[in-house]
């Protein structure tokens, strides 16, 4: 397939040209030509799979050819970060180089009036995160009743971070004529309920997640045998290793700030970024994070999304991340553009379930290693989630056994027990007394 088939204009194909774009993906494939239809789409797809493309290329097409009125913008995107409102504007500005389209970006954490006059001058194209946006509008600084596209970009996200109430409120705002172009990487019901809310007979796109890991990056996996061990692991991983920048990924956002301290307490120059910081912090964090003044983002899957950083030397996961295609983003972080990287992934003997399933989606084997921190899990095999039958019969096995032996143990356990509880726990090293949240669980 070609994107002169697709059926966009020549302007249009002159900038993907020169983007150096030799053929579309398959959610461009799929969705330019029913999107120059004016139908509706359901995009079940993540970041990486040419998905912002897919929308922004025809909507150029479409909106060539009006002209829009003073504060009533002709489209509009909702987007859950401002990273990625910045993204998709990047987008239209390089795909739309040959056609006059004007856009503005409505984010928060920016200078309200300067976006007040550039929706006075009229936008064609308005790229938003839903806060500032119902801001401005209550404010009447903005009118939504000449919308005539609606995307959304990322619901899931915007699910994650809390946003659905001020969704719901803009969509109800907006002229219930329209064309709806709906994106999520992940359809959990309230999200699915939302999709069959806002679309009219859509054409629905899935496009699997972008599954294999790019190929100048280094992988490993690190064996710890407790959680507590994560930070001496960390620590020796971080002697050993030439890091010159990297980014730390946590699965909980309580956990972030615990880890910068422990960062902060061993000399190492970290700092979070997370969904619950306010913009004009996410937005200083990521400046000094780019001017080298900080070697070590710790970060949260959300708040690191849609972010435009340079390669990085390393990606560390402290928690092997919930959702597989998630691994694959965040060690996608480094070794871009030609240059090598290491991705370490510190895992506990629970994390096997969930390892099994990654390394299914990559489809390969993640090398092991034994910082030689005490007893290591073995190595997960391929697809944990269902061993061979023999394997399965000698599991079972071995569960009565441990079940009876635990029956045994029942009071030396309750011992452990309460030394934990007393905070007894001697050799988990590396914070002293002030143990943080993530050492608590
Ligand atoms: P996205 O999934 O929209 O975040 O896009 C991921 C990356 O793929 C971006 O850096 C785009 O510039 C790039 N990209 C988009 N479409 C194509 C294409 N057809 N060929 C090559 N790269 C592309």
Same mark, same amino acid.
């Given at each position: 397939?070609?994107?002169?088939?697709?059926?966009?204009?020549?302007?249009? @194909?002159?900038?993907?040209?020169?983007?150096?774009?030799?053929?579309?993906?398959?959610?461009?494939?799929?969705?330019i030509p029913v999107i120059l239809m004016t139908r509706d789409v359901l995009g079940i797809a993540q970041t990486g799979t040419g998905k912002t493309a897919s929308f922004t290329l025809p909507m150029i097409d479409i909106l060539a050819g009006g002209r829009a009125k003073a504060r009533m913008p002709r489209s509009l995107i909702l987007s859950p970060t401002r990273e990625l409102a910045a993204q998709i504007s990047e987008n239209f500005e390089k795909y739309g180089k040959y056609n006059k389209l004007t856009q503005a970006l409505i984010v928060g954490g920016t200078s309200m009036d300067e976006q007040i006059r550039n929706l006075d001058r009229g936008v064609d194209v308005l790229i938003? /995160?839903?806060?500032?946006?119902? %801001?401005?509008?209550? =404010?009447?600084?903005?009118?939504?009743?000449?919308?005539?596209?609606?995307?959304?970009?990322?619901?899931?996200?915007?699910?994650?971070?809390?946003?659905?109430?001020?969704?719901?409120?803009?969509?109800?705002?907006?002229?219930?004529?329209?064309? /709806?172009?709906?994106?999520?990487?992940?359809?959990?019901? *309230?999200?699915?309920?939302?999709?069959?809310?806002?679309?009219? +007979? *859509?054409? /629905?796109?899935?496009?699997?997640?972008?599954?294999? $890991?790019?190929?100048?990056?280094?992988?490993?996996?690190?064996?710890?045998?407790?959680?507590?061990?994560?930070?001496?692991?960390?620590?020796?991983?971080?002697?050993?290793?030439?890091?010159? +920048?990297?980014?730390?990924?946590?699965?909980?956002?309580? #956990?972030?700030?615990?880890?910068?301290?422990?960062?902060?307490?061993?000399?190492?120059?970290?700092?979070? @970024?997370?969904?619950?910081?306010?913009?004009?912090?996410?937005?200083?964090?990521?400046?000094?994070?780019?001017?080298?003044?900080?070697?070590?983002?710790?970060?949260?899957?959300?708040?690191?999304?849609?972010?435009?950083?340079?390669?990085?030397?390393?990606?560390? +996961?402290?928690?092997?991340?919930?959702?597989?295609?998630?691994?694959?983003?965040?060690?996608?972080?480094?070794?871009?553009?030609?240059?090598?990287?290491?991705?370490?992934?510190? /895992?506990?003997?629970?994390?096997?379930?969930?390892?099994?399933?990654?390394?299914?989606?990559?489809?390969?084997?993640?090398?092991?290693? #034994?910082?030689?921190?005490?007893?290591?899990?073995?190595?997960?095999?391929?697809?944990? $989630?269902?061993?061979?039958?023999?394997?399965?019969?000698?599991?079972?096995?071995?569960? =009565?056994?441990?079940?009876?032996?635990?029956?045994?143990?029942?009071?030396?356990?309750? %011992?452990?027990?309460?030394?934990?509880?007393?905070?007894?726990?001697?050799?988990?090293?590396?914070?002293?007394?002030?143990?943080?949240?993530?050492?608590?669980?």
């Amino acid at each position: 397939m070609e994107f002169k088939e697709l059926g966009l204009s020549d302007p249009v @194909l002159k900038a993907i040209d020169e983007a150096g774009y030799k053929e579309p993906t398959p959610i461009q494939a799929q969705a330019i030509p029913v999107i120059l239809m004016t139908r509706d789409v359901l995009g079940i797809a993540q970041t990486g799979t040419g998905k912002t493309a897919s929308f922004t290329l025809p909507m150029i097409d479409i909106l060539a050819g009006g002209r829009a009125k003073a504060r009533m913008p002709r489209s509009l995107i909702l987007s859950p970060t401002r990273e990625l409102a910045a993204q998709i504007s990047e987008n239209f500005e390089k795909y739309g180089k040959y056609n006059k389209l004007t856009q503005a970006l409505i984010v928060g954490g920016t200078s309200m009036d300067e976006q007040i006059r550039n929706l006075d001058r009229g936008v064609d194209v308005l790229i938003a /995160t839903p806060g500032r946006l119902l %801001d401005l509008f209550e =404010r009447g600084k903005i009118l939504l009743a000449d919308i005539k596209i609606l995307v959304i970009d990322e619901a899931d996200r915007m699910l994650d971070m809390g946003f659905i109430p001020d969704l719901e409120k803009i969509v109800s705002i907006l002229p219930p004529i329209r064309q /709806t172009l709906f994106f999520s990487a992940t359809m959990p019901p *309230p999200i699915k309920k939302l999709a069959d809310k806002y679309l009219s +007979n *859509p054409k /629905t796109i899935t496009v699997s997640a972008p599954s294999s $890991t790019a190929e100048n990056v280094e992988q490993f996996l690190v064996a710890v045998p407790h959680f507590r061990k994560k930070p001496d692991a960390f620590y020796k991983l971080y002697k050993k290793e030439d890091v010159k +920048n990297a980014f730390i990924f946590c699965n909980r956002k309580r #956990d972030i700030n615990d880890v910068c301290r422990f960062m902060k307490g061993k000399g190492i120059k970290a700092a979070p @970024l997370h969904g619950d910081m306010d913009q004009s912090e996410r937005t200083k964090t990521l400046g000094s994070f780019k001017a080298g003044e900080i070697d070590i983002l710790v970060c949260s899957d959300v708040a690191a999304r849609g972010l435009d950083v340079p390669a990085m030397s390393h990606v560390f +996961n402290w928690d092997v991340p919930n959702h597989p295609e998630d691994y694959v983003h965040r060690i996608g972080r480094t070794g871009r553009a030609g240059a090598t990287g290491r991705a370490f992934t510190l /895992t506990v003997p629970n994390d096997a379930k969930v390892l099994g399933i990654i390394q299914k989606l990559i489809g390969k084997q993640i090398e092991m290693l #034994d910082l030689g921190l005490g007893h290591a899990p073995p190595p997960p095999k391929e697809d944990a $989630t269902r061993p061979p039958p023999a394997l399965r019969q000698r599991e079972r096995r071995h569960n =009565r056994a441990e079940k009876q032996n635990r029956r045994h143990r029942h009071i030396d356990d309750m %011992d452990v027990d309460l030394d934990e509880k007393k905070g007894g726990d001697k050799d988990g090293g590396a914070f002293g007394d002030d143990v943080p949240a993530f050492l608590r669980r």
